[in-house]
Protein backbone atom coordinates (compact mmCIF):
# COMPACT_ATOMS: atom_id res chain seq x y z
CA UNK A 1 0.00 0.00 0.00
CA UNK A 2 1.53 3.58 -0.89
CA UNK A 3 2.28 5.46 2.17
CA UNK A 4 1.09 8.42 0.34
CA UNK A 5 -2.43 7.30 0.05
CA UNK A 6 -5.23 8.81 2.85
CA UNK A 7 -5.15 4.62 4.18
CA UNK A 8 -1.33 4.27 3.93
CA UNK A 9 -1.12 7.61 5.79
CA UNK A 10 -3.10 6.86 8.57
CA UNK A 11 -1.39 3.20 8.57
CA UNK A 12 1.98 5.00 9.70
CA UNK A 13 0.67 7.43 11.81
CA UNK A 14 -0.82 4.15 14.11
CA UNK A 15 2.49 2.43 13.71
CA UNK A 16 4.19 5.68 14.43
CA UNK A 17 1.89 5.69 17.82
CA UNK A 18 2.54 2.02 18.48
CA UNK A 19 6.30 2.14 18.10
CA UNK A 20 6.47 5.54 20.77
CA UNK A 21 4.37 2.78 23.56
CA UNK A 22 6.91 0.10 22.75
CA UNK A 23 9.40 2.33 24.03
CA UNK A 24 8.24 3.17 26.73
CA UNK A 25 6.43 5.94 26.07
CA UNK A 26 2.68 6.90 26.69
CA UNK A 27 1.97 7.46 23.17
CA UNK A 28 1.99 10.87 21.21
CA UNK A 29 0.68 13.99 20.42
CA UNK A 30 0.17 15.38 17.30
CA UNK A 31 3.53 17.34 17.13
CA UNK A 32 5.53 14.47 18.09
CA UNK A 33 4.00 11.46 16.15
CA UNK A 34 4.59 14.20 13.12
CA UNK A 35 8.23 14.64 14.34
CA UNK A 36 8.80 11.19 14.05
CA UNK A 37 7.52 10.63 10.76
CA UNK A 38 8.89 13.69 9.41
CA UNK A 39 5.39 14.91 7.78
CA UNK A 40 3.38 18.14 7.92
CA UNK A 41 1.96 18.40 11.43
CA UNK A 42 -1.75 19.23 9.78
CA UNK A 43 -1.74 15.90 7.74
CA UNK A 44 -0.42 13.96 10.94
CA UNK A 45 -3.14 15.46 12.85
CA UNK A 46 -5.92 14.05 10.13
CA UNK A 47 -4.40 10.95 9.88
CA UNK A 48 -4.30 10.87 14.01
CA UNK A 49 -8.08 11.75 13.93
CA UNK A 50 -9.63 9.56 11.36
CA UNK A 51 -7.65 6.65 13.12
CA UNK A 52 -9.09 7.64 16.41
CA UNK A 53 -12.58 7.87 14.55
CA UNK A 54 -11.89 4.17 13.35
CA UNK A 55 -11.43 2.43 16.71
CA UNK A 56 -7.47 2.33 16.36
CA UNK A 57 -6.74 4.76 18.55
CA UNK A 58 -7.77 6.37 21.67
CA UNK A 59 -7.02 10.00 22.90
CA UNK A 60 -6.39 11.50 26.84
CA UNK A 61 -5.71 15.31 26.74
CA UNK A 62 -3.04 15.79 23.51
CA UNK A 63 -1.83 12.57 23.97
CA UNK A 64 -2.54 9.29 21.41
CA UNK A 65 -2.17 5.82 22.64
CA UNK A 66 -3.51 2.44 20.79
CA UNK A 67 -6.99 1.62 21.29
CA UNK A 68 -6.49 -2.32 22.79
CA UNK A 69 -9.82 -3.18 21.72
CA UNK A 70 -9.02 -3.60 18.56
CA UNK A 71 -6.06 -6.19 19.16
CA UNK A 72 -8.59 -8.17 21.64
CA UNK A 73 -11.14 -8.39 19.22
CA UNK A 74 -8.17 -9.56 16.33
CA UNK A 75 -7.48 -12.04 19.49
CA UNK A 76 -10.59 -13.64 19.12
CA UNK A 77 -11.04 -13.55 15.69
CA UNK A 78 -7.90 -15.77 15.38
CA UNK A 79 -8.99 -18.32 17.92
CA UNK A 80 -12.34 -18.31 15.75
CA UNK A 81 -10.73 -19.16 12.65
CA UNK A 82 -8.01 -21.73 14.28
CA UNK A 83 -11.66 -23.93 15.29
CA UNK A 84 -13.68 -23.07 11.92
CA UNK A 85 -10.68 -23.00 8.81
CA UNK A 86 -8.32 -25.22 11.00
CA UNK A 87 -10.74 -27.57 10.93
CA UNK A 88 -11.31 -27.20 7.14
CA UNK A 89 -7.33 -27.21 6.88
CA UNK A 90 -6.94 -30.24 8.51
CA UNK A 91 -9.74 -32.52 6.47
CA UNK A 92 -8.32 -31.11 3.81
CA UNK A 93 -4.50 -32.39 4.92
CA UNK A 94 -6.43 -35.48 5.82
CA UNK A 95 -7.94 -35.81 1.99
CA UNK A 96 -4.47 -35.17 1.01
CA UNK A 97 -2.43 -37.72 2.83
CA UNK A 98 -5.16 -39.96 3.69
CA UNK A 99 -3.20 -39.82 7.69
CA UNK A 100 -4.72 -38.47 10.74
CA UNK A 101 -4.23 -34.53 11.14
CA UNK A 102 -4.23 -32.62 14.02
CA UNK A 103 -3.91 -28.82 15.36
CA UNK A 104 -2.05 -28.57 19.10
CA UNK A 105 -1.40 -25.64 20.90
CA UNK A 106 0.43 -24.37 23.86
CA UNK A 107 -0.31 -24.94 27.03
CA UNK A 108 2.77 -24.43 29.66
CA UNK A 109 5.30 -27.08 28.83
CA UNK A 110 2.29 -29.10 27.20
CA UNK A 111 0.74 -29.45 23.83
CA UNK A 112 -3.08 -29.45 23.82
CA UNK A 113 -4.99 -31.18 20.66
CA UNK A 114 -7.69 -28.76 19.72
CA UNK A 115 -8.84 -29.72 16.54
CA UNK A 116 -8.28 -33.19 14.64
CA UNK A 117 -9.34 -34.91 11.32
CA UNK A 118 -8.82 -38.45 11.75
CA UNK A 119 -9.66 -40.88 8.32
CA UNK A 120 -10.54 -44.72 8.83
CA UNK A 121 -7.45 -45.96 7.27
CA UNK A 122 -5.00 -43.82 9.29
CA UNK A 123 -5.52 -46.71 11.63
CA UNK A 124 -5.00 -44.82 15.18
CA UNK A 125 -7.88 -45.25 17.51
CA UNK A 126 -9.39 -42.73 19.87
CA UNK A 127 -9.18 -38.66 19.84
CA UNK A 128 -7.12 -36.86 21.20
CA UNK A 129 -8.69 -33.88 21.45
CA UNK A 130 -8.02 -31.88 24.83
CA UNK A 131 -5.47 -33.87 25.54
CA UNK A 132 -1.97 -32.40 27.11
CA UNK A 133 1.29 -34.61 26.04
CA UNK A 134 4.67 -33.25 26.87
CA UNK A 135 6.12 -30.41 24.60
CA UNK A 136 9.52 -31.97 24.33
CA UNK A 137 8.43 -35.25 23.26
CA UNK A 138 4.82 -34.43 21.75
CA UNK A 139 4.12 -34.34 17.92
CA UNK A 140 3.61 -31.00 18.09
CA UNK A 141 6.10 -29.55 20.24
CA UNK A 142 9.27 -27.89 17.92
CA UNK A 143 6.45 -26.51 15.80
CA UNK A 144 4.32 -24.70 18.81
CA UNK A 145 8.32 -23.55 19.96
CA UNK A 146 9.50 -22.85 16.55
CA UNK A 147 10.30 -19.00 16.68
CA UNK A 148 10.93 -18.98 20.69
CA UNK A 149 14.28 -17.93 21.96
CA UNK A 150 16.47 -20.45 23.57
CA UNK A 151 16.39 -18.43 26.81
CA UNK A 152 12.61 -19.20 26.56
CA UNK A 153 12.50 -22.85 25.69
CA UNK A 154 14.69 -22.94 28.24
CA UNK A 155 11.72 -21.53 30.59
CA UNK A 156 9.45 -23.71 29.13
CA UNK A 157 10.80 -27.13 30.36
CA UNK A 158 12.98 -25.72 33.64
CA UNK A 159 10.95 -27.78 35.95
CA UNK A 160 10.02 -31.06 33.77
CA UNK A 161 11.92 -34.15 33.74
CA UNK A 162 12.77 -35.62 30.47
CA UNK A 163 10.96 -38.56 30.96
CA UNK A 164 11.18 -41.26 27.89
CA UNK A 165 8.26 -41.70 26.09
CA UNK A 166 9.94 -43.90 23.32
CA UNK A 167 12.90 -44.92 21.55
CA UNK A 168 14.02 -41.50 20.21
CA UNK A 169 12.51 -38.73 23.09
CA UNK A 170 15.11 -36.14 23.47
CA UNK A 171 16.78 -36.61 26.99
CA UNK A 172 17.53 -32.75 27.84
CA UNK A 173 17.06 -29.48 26.44
CA UNK A 174 19.80 -29.18 24.36
CA UNK A 175 18.92 -32.13 22.55
CA UNK A 176 15.10 -30.52 21.87
CA UNK A 177 16.70 -27.56 20.89
CA UNK A 178 19.26 -29.31 18.29
CA UNK A 179 16.14 -31.23 16.71
CA UNK A 180 13.86 -27.85 16.83
CA UNK A 181 16.93 -25.97 14.99
CA UNK A 182 17.13 -28.93 12.42
CA UNK A 183 13.68 -28.82 11.49
CA UNK A 184 13.95 -25.03 11.01
CA UNK A 185 16.03 -25.72 8.35
CA UNK A 186 14.47 -28.15 7.35
CA UNK A 187 10.58 -26.28 7.06
CA UNK A 188 9.00 -28.43 8.95
CA UNK A 189 9.92 -31.37 11.95
CA UNK A 190 9.77 -34.76 12.03
CA UNK A 191 9.41 -36.52 15.59
CA UNK A 192 10.24 -40.10 14.67
CA UNK A 193 9.10 -42.37 17.83
CA UNK A 194 9.70 -39.40 20.55
CA UNK A 195 6.17 -39.61 21.85
CA UNK A 196 5.78 -43.68 21.34
CA UNK A 197 7.14 -46.71 19.79
CA UNK A 198 6.14 -47.16 15.91
CA UNK A 199 4.84 -43.54 16.03
CA UNK A 200 6.10 -40.28 13.14
CA UNK A 201 4.84 -37.14 12.55
CA UNK A 202 5.60 -34.16 10.51
CA UNK A 203 3.76 -30.75 11.97
CA UNK A 204 4.62 -26.72 10.93
CA UNK A 205 3.76 -23.44 12.77
CA UNK A 206 1.10 -21.86 11.92
CA UNK A 207 1.38 -18.01 12.87
CA UNK A 208 -1.07 -15.25 13.42
CA UNK A 209 -1.52 -11.64 12.69
CA UNK A 210 0.97 -10.73 14.55
CA UNK A 211 3.72 -12.96 13.17
CA UNK A 212 3.11 -14.97 16.36
CA UNK A 213 2.90 -19.15 16.53
CA UNK A 214 -0.73 -19.81 17.43
CA UNK A 215 -0.58 -23.55 16.89
CA UNK A 216 0.97 -26.50 14.96
CA UNK A 217 -0.69 -28.08 12.14
CA UNK A 218 0.57 -32.08 12.50
CA UNK A 219 0.46 -34.96 10.30
CA UNK A 220 0.71 -38.02 12.72
CA UNK A 221 0.96 -42.06 11.70
CA UNK A 222 2.63 -45.42 12.00
CA UNK A 223 6.43 -45.00 10.78
CA UNK A 224 6.43 -47.83 8.86
CA UNK A 225 3.30 -46.00 6.72
CA UNK A 226 4.08 -42.50 7.06
CA UNK A 227 8.10 -42.25 6.75
CA UNK A 228 8.26 -43.70 2.70
CA UNK A 229 5.82 -40.79 1.80
CA UNK A 230 7.76 -38.01 3.91
CA UNK A 231 8.05 -35.59 1.13
CA UNK A 232 4.79 -35.97 -0.08
CA UNK A 233 2.98 -35.59 2.95
CA UNK A 234 5.29 -32.22 4.33
CA UNK A 235 4.59 -30.84 0.82
CA UNK A 236 0.53 -30.48 1.51
CA UNK A 237 1.36 -29.90 5.37
CA UNK A 238 3.63 -26.91 4.39
CA UNK A 239 0.91 -25.70 1.50
CA UNK A 240 -2.27 -25.99 4.47
CA UNK A 241 -0.09 -24.34 7.05
CA UNK A 242 0.50 -21.41 4.90
CA UNK A 243 -3.38 -21.50 3.85
CA UNK A 244 -4.27 -21.62 7.37
CA UNK A 245 -2.07 -18.51 8.35
CA UNK A 246 -3.54 -16.62 5.79
CA UNK A 247 -6.84 -17.13 6.52
CA UNK A 248 -4.69 -15.95 10.20
CA UNK A 249 -4.00 -12.40 8.51
CA UNK A 250 -0.56 -13.76 8.67
CA UNK A 251 1.84 -11.72 5.96
CA UNK A 252 5.25 -13.65 5.33
Known amino acids: MSKTSSMGR ?13 AGRNGGSVSEVASDLGKDRSQVSRSLRTAEQGGFLTRTGRTYSLDWSVLTDAQLITVQRLKSDGGSALDALAAATDEACFLGVLHGDSTVTIGESVPASSNLVGSWLGRPYPAYCSDAGQAVLWEASEPEVRRVFSDVEFARHGPNTPADVDEFLARRDAAKARGYSIVDEEAEPGLYSLAVPVRDFKGDVAAALQIVGIKARLEPRRERCAAALVAQGRWLESRLGFLP
Open 10 to 22: GIMAVLAVGSRQA
